[in-house]
């Protein structure tokens, strides 16, 4: 069942300076991020189905958890904005030549938070013509 923005609301942690990266699950089937271990840089994310990607396909898994972001944070499980509160899917190719088989409760990504800034946008008037690599030129 998903939850409102009021219940996913993010707040600090009873540690000084921490962040709690809060979710939901949306289903039974869904499988609350892990870290593999206490210095991991990454939160595990798993499919909460079954599923067949035919070869040269894509299918987009759903992992069927919502999360919100501390302020001013992004995850990297492909880019996904801090107030995203849908359902997390992440889209698998398969370039080989067999069917590539997903089973529920399996690992499929990894998320990362990364600390995102919203600096102001001002028009500059004076730039150099040079270009990529220009600079490392005599």
């Not at 609301?9 to 892990?34: D, I, N, Y």
């Not at 396909?57 to 995203?84: C, F, H, N």
């Amino acid at each position: 069942m998903p939850c409102s923005e009021e219940t996913l609301a993010v707040s600090p942690s009873k540690r000084e300076g921490g962040m709690q990266l809060r979710f939901a699950r949306l289903s039974e089937p869904a499988t609350a991020p892990t870290r593999g271990s206490a210095r991991a840089a990454d939160y595990d994310l798993y499919s909460a189905y079954d599923y067949t990607i035919p070869p040269m396909e894509k299918a987009l898994v759903k992992t069927d958890m919502q999360i919100a972001l501390p302020s001013g944070w992004l995850r990297g499980a492909g880019v996904t904005d801090e107030d995203y509160r849908g359902n997390v899917g992440v889209v698998l190719f398969n370039f080989g030549k067999e069917k590539f088989e997903v089973k529920k409760g399996e690992r499929i990504a990894q998320l990362i938070c990364e600390r995102i800034f919203y600096p102001e946008i001002e028009e500059s008037v004076k730039r150099g013509s040079g270009g990529f690599g220009s600079t490392g030129k005599n």
